[in-house]
């Protein structure tokens, strides 16, 4: 069975940056779409970026366009979030997630459609 592992969470202070990473035991990630979600307690499971199996640009959540960039990277067989510009509305816990179907854009941005799920990493965010 696959296994996803987060890392790369803390502390950070409001317009400071953070790399989350994502790491797979089983397959390469260009065998999956590949979502980050994130969630506070309390609340739904929240998207955040995505970039589907078959290929092109990832999509993000409108609150993250142009402070969030999620990549591959082939070598180290890793998928990352870099994160800009924090704000204390980013703390959450952020989970990575895979699945091995090919899917539309928009399926894409809910939780229900990824089979395999990470233990999720903390992003907070002082004011």
């Known amino acids: 069975q696959e296994r996803l592992v987060e890392s790369g969470g803390g ?19 260009s065998a999956y779409t ?3 979600f994130r969630q506070v307690p309390g609340s739904e ?3 955040v970026a995505a970039v ?4 092109g640009s990832p999509i993000y959540a409108d609150s993250v366009k142009g402070r969030f960039t999620m990549r591959r990277d082939k070598v180290e067989n ?22 091995t179907k090919y899917w539309i854009t928009s399926a ?20």
């Open 52 to 55: 589907k199996r078959n290929g």
């Open 78 to 99: 890793t998928v990352t979030l870099q994160m800009s510009n924090l704000k204390p509305d980013d703390t959450a816990v952020y989970y990575c997630a895979a699945s």
């Open 11 to 29: 502390l950070v202070q409001t317009g400071n940056s953070l790399r989350l990473s994502c790491s797979a035991s089983e397959s390469p990630f």
């Open 45 to 47: 499971r929240e998207f």
């Open 108 to 127: 894409t941005t809910s939780p229900a459609n990824y089979e395999f799920w990470g233990q999720g990493t903390q992003v907070t965010v002082s004011s």
């Open 34 to 36: 590949v979502g980050w």
